[in-house]
């Protein structure tokens, strides 16, 4: 696996493998990997014949209160899980890199990056926008992939590549779970244990309104009453948002017959943790 540090050098690798005729995924991370992000490496190297990885700890994204400087970066073992996947470039910028001194150009997509986490997050869309703006301009790939975990961040996404004329798939994968339903992230490492039990709240309402829309219940509001009483259980979790909305416009819907994303985000100790089912149509 070739580590690449800079764009000159980034842009070099993927010229290569173009000139090879190969078609290429990109798989943005911020690192500090898991299960899920190897999973997006796995869908890339099916889907396409090279695979380029991002780590970048993108400090635009993380408001001053955040936890950007807590962030866990993990460079070695992710490089080591990253090679042994078979990924064929690493681009890992230091922040300067990606932000020279001067840039000021940011990317917006009004409307649907003002909801659900952008409420408590305010601008933390802009800079996921811009970042991933940027590392497509880098890499020109044919495919990215993402997690269906990140809902929100994927609708805005798919939002950017349609009306800036991106020339790329974006591919949703699966979200990972463990065993016992807790959504992989890479912040669960913040978590302590009794922390943990109380994280699979989350998981445990959604699954109660999946239930209840396979039992027939479309009305949004309905679902989301049962959604908090099951939440209620857990008064330790701190709930950010329950919503029900349109997958492609995070607008709240009425009821979940044309489909609907179900989207929970809540704060479990100091870490805020999001998880999401997606409702097909009926």
């Not at 993108?58 to 992710?78: G, I, K, V, W």
């Not at 798939?169 to 463990?178: F, H, I």
């Amino acid at each position: 696996m070739l580590i690449t540090k800079t764009i000159a050098e980034a842009r070099g690798a993927v010229a290569r493998l173009r000139a090879e005729r190969r078609c290429i995924g990109l798989v943005p991370t911020m690192g500090a990997l898991h299960a899920g992000h190897l999973s997006l490496v796995r869908a890339a190297k099916a889907h396409c014949d090279a695979v380029v990885a991002t780590i970048f700890v993108n400090p635009t994204q993380f408001s001053p209160e955040e936890d950007f400087a807590m962030y866990p970066r993990t460079f070695e073992a992710d490089c080591a899980a990253l090679e042994a996947e078979g990924v064929d470039v690493l681009f890992a910028p230091e922040a300067g890199e990606m932000y020279p001194a001067g840039a000021s150009t940011v990317i917006e997509v009004p409307g649907i990056s003002d909801r659900l986490d952008a409420v408590s997050r305010p601008g933390h869309f802009r800079g996921v926008a811009t970042v991933v703006a940027k590392l497509f301009n880098i890499i020109q790939p044919n495919h990215a992939f993402f997690g269906q975990k990140d809902a929100a961040q994927v609708a805005v996404l798919r939002r950017m590549v349609r009306d800036l004329n991106f020339v790329l798939e974006l591919v949703v994968c699966p979200t990972v779970r463990e065993a016992d339903g807790l959504a992989l992230s890479s912040r669960n490492r913040y978590l302590s244990e009794e922390e943990r039990g109380q994280a699979l709240v989350l998981s445990r309402a959604l699954r109660r309104v999946s239930d209840e829309i396979q039992a027939g219940v479309v009305d949004s509001q309905r679902l989301t009453d049962v959604a908090l009483g099951v939440l209620a259980d857990e008064p330790e979790v701190r709930l950010d948002y329950f919503r029900i909305v349109d997958p492609e416009t995070l607008e709240d819907v009425e009821d979940v017959s044309a489909g609907a994303l179900v989207a929970v985000a809540a704060m479990v100790g100091p870490t805020r943790l999001i998880d999401n089912v997606v409702i097909p149509p009926r």
